[in-house]
């Protein structure tokens, strides 16, 4: 059973870092991607990278303050989090693509900014 599950939420001030990770069982993936969706928002993608790690993609709202990782031994991939604000205030989620389309998704974790 594919399962995708989502860690290191939390409650962190304006200008704080949080780390999340995606821990992915039962298959590996290629694309791995993180998705955040705000309050009243729709979901909107954050960040994605490839299966050898050496391709990512940013948002143009979190390039320079998030950057995407993963360790293949350990089918995990992070989503570091630097300089957060407010309006990064969202539920995360991570999406995992056995070729070419995001076919899994986790329950997401939230990552609440105060001001």
């Known amino acids: 059973q594919v399962q995708l599950v989502e860690s290191g939420g939390g409650l962190v001030q304006d200008g704080g870092s949080l780390r999340l990770s995606c821990a992915a069982s039962?298959?590996?993936?290629?694309?791995v991607g993180w998705f955040r969706r705000a309050p009243g928002k729709a979901r909107e993608f954050v960040a994605s990278?490839?299966?050898?790690?050496?391709?990512?993609y940013s948002a143009d709202s979190v390039k320079g303050r998030f950057t995407i990782s993963r360790d293949n031994a350990k089918n995990t991939v992070y989503l570091q989090m630097n300089n957060l604000k407010f309006e990064d205030t969202a539920l995360y989620y991570c999406?995992?693509?056995?070729?070419?389309?995001?076919?899994?998704w986790g329950q997401g974790t939230q990552v609440t900014v105060s001001s």
């Open positions: 999406a995992a693509a056995p070729t070419n389309t995001y076919e899994y």
């Open positions: 039962g298959r590996t993936f290629n694309n």
């Open positions: 990278i490839t299966r050898s790690g050496g391709t990512t």
